[in-house]
């Protein structure tokens, strides 16, 4: 096996190549609603730094710059244009004595609106090198770039925040909303994204997470996990985006991969938006989510997806996807792909867990230039598009054991990918995942695409050995921990860990 | 009064003058119990000591309201030349672009100490160094060159990068409205200056850049540290491994500095030094006749001064896996300069690649060098304006790879 065009040549022995016009559907939400602030009114410690109107954004930098631990910095009622980035350095002076606990709020995140869209910066808020940082009611809207960007820190809790850009879904709007990278302990609640080209919370490279609570709205994907671990994803909102939530795990080349991320108790309905992100060719960027996708895991280990009410997507529910499918080109041998394979990149997602979820109107009208092979082939043979989708090619490359040094090992029972209890939808599968089933390969002992397809699940994803459950993600910030394992107080989701 | 428009417009122009506190507890205003004051001095304490060849007290221990606090030029209104002490002018073989400004750069070694050699990292200064840069924008590019008199060149920021006990710090100072002295400006701000670049006037909006986003650019994590340290970026090997033309003639810097007794541990024999070749400007019109190799050092050191401060491990953008070291060999570590591989932290642009090879248009990596667009241009920081010849290098670097489409 050389590795190469697995994909197109086992579709093209696989799948009947009738063509099929696959309808526009311009669907997506069309909701502005910003979400509503608590009812309670701003309250500001004494000693809070608040900040003047006229001047903003130089105040708003001397604020930063001079911020000792525990300093409050508010920033006034209404909406200001900000004329460059904010940068927040808990280290300016990089001697290793970082100040800590640093809050930067405003009085709401419909009250205070920091509008970066005339800034010379890329980004609107960028937090660097912090230790317990808060970012709470306020909205950060129309960044170029990114709203919100935090970067080697330790600790963050964001709550009720909102990263809007407005009006008309825009590929020029800014990439991601919320976004923490290489980060830890990191908390995000309460809040709202709307209209990001890319993610609307996306967390990438870090550990130690919890995102919940939040509504993510119109946006390409709603809520975003990418190359991170120890992830909770719980009682959220993901409406009206092109894909509801991400999984995924790309080849970085960072030493940062992604495992054992927990999505559960979400609210994942009418994800048919548009894909609006830029028509890169980039192999695994949000471009490729197929409008009308609740739920992907691309790549990643250790998924487990529960008690989701997953509702009205065009074109599947919930799709499991080794990176074989972003990329064909995808070989230990490929000069892309040997260095962050050796760097621990797997690309073949091992223990996935779907379960209990409510799942419900998938699959009317499937589009996504990334499977058109596939959807064509589905609603040539079968007039359907399965509920849940896995590509089942990198497990079968694995347990073929010929390119064990781009697959991994074949698969044992606790690295299969699983589903039980999931409203009775219908399930596919691309590939056969047996290597010793002749009929998952050609003449020339290629993988060849099976289309696998059951209207009700049967034995697709059926395991006989129940995989474990995952431990719970906990954030501690200022010393006190959050998430369901956490012994946290208080925790308006608490009914979400129960399950 | 001059031949150009210098309307300073700082934005933050009013910070610094009404409280001392607001500025970093800059001024030294609290250390006046010293009692070293001079009646010639603008500051109080520390920052108004007369004694020694320059201000070392107030270098290791205040951030002064005023650069001439610091007494580091013999004449206070001119800080490209005659410095005072130790002081050793330096230039670099390839420079990173600031919008076409030119730069005066300058260190000084406290008195009987010096650096240590670093084959690839910064030299290792002793604390008490302290690193000053002076941007300054010519009337016209084709005429460089500070002259107080005939007044072609405006000055517009110094920055000083001082190595204190518990690190190194960075001070922005902002050139006042008549040029006597420049002000400490921690916020930053924008100066809007006018030059002329190959024919073409540039009316540029200077953003001088507020102290946490100095840092952003003069950051060094170490791997498994938890302390991003303030680090210079410039006094590297092989950025001084070249000719200077100094008062006593010309002489290798690295040279220089030894015979100066500010560095110690260079290798006898320096052409083992692996240097990046000079590129400036003027070399454009002849990138035409280099070797394929010669595109890749120009192209590998001019990525090195100009990205890999922030891309390398250590830096900025350690996240998005383009990192450019000049040492880092290209050859074996393709994707690390951005060969075939997928963005990670770009939001915009409809590319695929950072670089595709043989196909400069469709790269990321150079779409970026030519857009001036928050979120788009790289670098993000000390550039508003395209840097053509930069851009050309990098074009050429890249089109003169074997075509490979990536897919």
């Given amino acids: 096996m050389t590795g190469q065009h697995w994909l197109k040549s086992g579709l093209a022995a696989g799948a009947l190549m009738a063509t099929m016009a696959l309808t526009g559907c311009g669907g997506g939400g069309d909701g502005s609603d910003e979400g509503s602030d608590q009812a309670a009114g701003p309250q500001f410690p004494a000693g809070a730094k608040m900040l003047a109107a006229d001047n903003l954004t130089q105040d708003a930098k001397e604020a930063f710059i001079n911020a000792q631990s525990g300093d409050v910095i508010v920033f006034p009622e209404g909406r200001f244009k900000i004329s460059d980035k904010l940068t927040f350095d808990a280290d300016s002076d990089g001697d290793g004595e970082s100040v800590k606990n640093i809050t930067i709020m405003g009085y709401g995140k419909g009250k205070t609106i920091l509008d970066f869209s005339e800034a010379t910066g890329g980004d609107g808020i960028l937090v660097e090198n912090g230790v317990d940082i808060i970012i709470k009611d306020i909205g950060v809207y129309e960044a170029a770039n990114n709203a919100i960007k935090l970067k ?21 709007n800014g990439a991601y909303g919320l976004y923490p990278v290489e980060c830890e302990n990191i908390l995000i609640e309460d ?23 939040n509504t993510a709205e119109e946006n390409v994907a709603g809520i975003e996990i990418e190359n991170s671990m120890h992830a909770d994803v719980y009682d959220n909102v993901a409406t009206g985006n092109t894909g509801g939530i991400l999984v995924f795990d790309l080849p970085i080349g960072n030493g940062h991969y992604g495992s054992t991320v927990r999505v559960f108790d979400n609210d994942i309905s009418n994800n048919n938006q548009e894909n609006f992100a830029n028509a890169s060719s980039n192999p695994a960027g949000v471009h490729i989510v197929p409008p009308g996708t609740g739920v992907i895991v691309l790549s990643t280990n250790d998924v487990e997806i529960y008690n989701n009410d997953i509702s009205d997507h065009k074109t599947t529910s919930v799709a499991i996807s080794s990176f074989y499918l972003a990329d064909e080109n995808l070989d230990y041998s490929n000069p892309t792909y040997k260095p962050v394979i050796d760097d621990g990149w797997n690309p073949v997602p091992r223990n996935i867990h779907i379960h209990d979820n409510a799942i419900s109107d998938s699959g009317a009208a499937p589009e996504g230039s990334l499977i058109a092979d596939i959807i064509t082939g589905y609603v040539t043979n079968y007039g359907a598009f399965p509920a849940v989708l896995y590509d089942g090619l990198g497990e079968l490359l694995a347990n073929t054991g010929t390119v064990e040094a781009t697959a991994g090992a074949p698969f044992s029972a606790e690295d299969m990918i699983c589903a039980e209890n999931n409203s009775d939808v219908s399930f596919g599968q691309v590939y056969g995942t047996s290597a010793t089933d002749p009929d998952n390969f050609d003449g020339s002992m290629m993988p060849k695409a099976r289309l ?14 129940p995989l474990n459950r995952l431990t719970a993600a906990t ?25 | 009064m001059k031949r150009f428009q210098f309307d300073l417009k700082l934005l933050g122009l009013a910070l610094c003058v009404s409280g001392i506190a607001a500025c970093g507890g800059g001024g030294g205003g609290d250390r006046s119990d010293e009692g070293r004051q001079a009646s010639t001095s603008k500051e109080s304490g520390v920052c108004g000591d007369t004694s020694g060849a320059i201000n070392q007290a107030a270098l290791e221990d205040a951030d002064c309201k005023y650069l001439s606090s610091y007494r580091l030029f013999a004449d206070a209104s001119n800080p490209t030349e005659n410095p005072n002490g130790r002081g050793v002018i330096y230039d670099l073989t390839t420079p990173l672009f600031s919008d076409y400004a030119s730069k005066y750069r300058f260190v000084f070694v406290p008195d009987a100490e010096a650096a240590a050699y670093n084959e690839h990292e910064v030299f290792d200064f002793p604390v008490g160094t302290v690193l000053v840069k002076t941007f300054s924008m010519p009337a016209d590019t084709a005429f460089r060159g500070f002259d107080a008199n005939a007044q072609d060149e405006r000055l517009i920021e110094t920055r000083l990068l001082i190595h204190r006990e518990k690190g190194w710090v960075g001070l922005p100072y902002v050139w006042n409205d008549d040029f006597s002295d420049a002000e400490l400006q921690i916020a930053g701000g924008v100066v809007p200056v006018t030059t002329v670049h190959n024919g073409v006037q540039l009316d540029i909006d200077y953003r001088v850049p507020d102290k946490n986003q100095c840092k952003q650019c003069h950051q060094y994590k170490a791997s498994g540290s938890d302390v991003s340290a303030i680090s210079p970026i410039g006094p590297k090997a092989r950025l001084l491994n070249r000719s200077l033309d100094y008062a006593s003639g010309s002489e290798n810097e690295l040279s220089h500095w030894i015979s100066k007794g500010i560095l110690t541990g260079v290798p006898s024999d320096l052409n083992t030094i692996q240097t990046v070749p000079s590129y400036h400007d003027s070399d454009a019109s002849l990138l035409a006749g280099k070797s394929d190799e010669e595109l ?28 450019m070291e000049f040492w880092r060999d290209f050859d074996t570590n393709l994707t690390k300069h951005g060969v075939c591989k997928k963005p990670i932290a770009f939001g915009g642009g409809a590319l695929a ?12 990596l150079h779409y970026r060098m030519s857009s001036t667009e928050p979120g788009e241009l790289m670098p993000e920081l000390g550039r508003t304006v395209v840097h053509e010849e930069g851009l050309e290098l990098i ?3 890249i089109n003169s790879m074997t075509p490979d489409s990536c897919d």
Wanted: overall charge negative.
């Fill in chain 1, 152 to 172: 080697d820190t330790n600790g963050i809790h964001i709550q009720s925040v909102a990263t809007v850009w407005e009006g008309v879904l825009d590929k020029d």
């Fill in chain 1, 191 to 213: 809040s709202y994204v709307r209209g990001s080209a890319d993610a609307g919370v996306y967390v990438g490279q870090s550990k130690n997470i919890v995102v919940r609570r």
């Fill in chain 1, 452 to 465: 696998l397809f059951e209207a009700s699940q049967s034995t697709l994803l059926n395991c006989a050995t």
């Fill in chain 1, 475 to 499: 954030a501690t910030i200022n010393g006190k921990a959050y998430g369901c394992d956490s012994g946290e107080s208080g925790d308006a989701s608490a009914a979400s860990c129960a399950l």
């Fill in chain 2, 296 to 323: 890749m050092q120009l192209a590998k050191g001019y990525l090195d001064i100009n990205c890999s401060h922030c891309h390398r491990p250590e830096g900025s953008a350690s996240n998005t896996g383009l990192h």
């Fill in chain 2, 353 to 364: 690649y950072d670089v595709v090879p043989g196909d400069a248009e469709n790269s990321i």
């Fill in chain 2, 395 to 397: 074009g050429k670097w």
